[in-house]
Nanobody, 112 residues
Framework: VQLQASGGGLVQAGGSLRLSCAAS??????MGWYRQAPGKQRELVAV???????IYSTSVKGRFTISRDNAKNTVILRMNSLKSDDTAVYYC?????????WGRGTQVTVSS
């Protein structure tokens, strides 16, 4: 399983960014995004299951939206009203058959 992430970058506080992650498999259980800020543990941002159930962390709920494009095996994370606390390396994650797969991280930096 390979995960190809794109997006991220530098944005001012209050701005928006879009992350995309394309998987090399067409069936999966959960797919989503985690993030890791300097000196902190990796944490869940948002995840969507194969049944389209969605979970958001409380810190991003109402600001971030995750969606799936099944035809492209892609998950999109739209991030609005970004805050400096959202600055982190964001990692795409996929879980399939009790196996966890991670994409290469992409940096999101929010300047205040």
């Amino acid at each position: 399983v390979q995960l190809q992430a794109s997006g991220g970058g530098l944005v001012q506080a209050g701005g928006s960014l879009r992350l995309s992650c394309a998987a090399s498999v067409s069936a999966f259980y959960n797919m989503g995004w985690y993030r890791q800020a300097p000196g902190k543990q990796r944490e869940l941002v948002a995840v969507v299951s194969s049944g389209s159930s969605i979970i958001y962390s409380t810190s991003v709920k109402g600001r971030f939206t995750i969606s799936r494009d099944n035809a492209k095996n892609t998950v999109i994370l739209r991030m609005n009203s970004l805050k400096s606390d959202d600055t982190a390396v964001y990692y795409c994650h996929l879980r399939d058959n009790d196996m966890d797969y991670w994409g290469r991280g992409t940096q999101v930096t929010v300047s205040s």
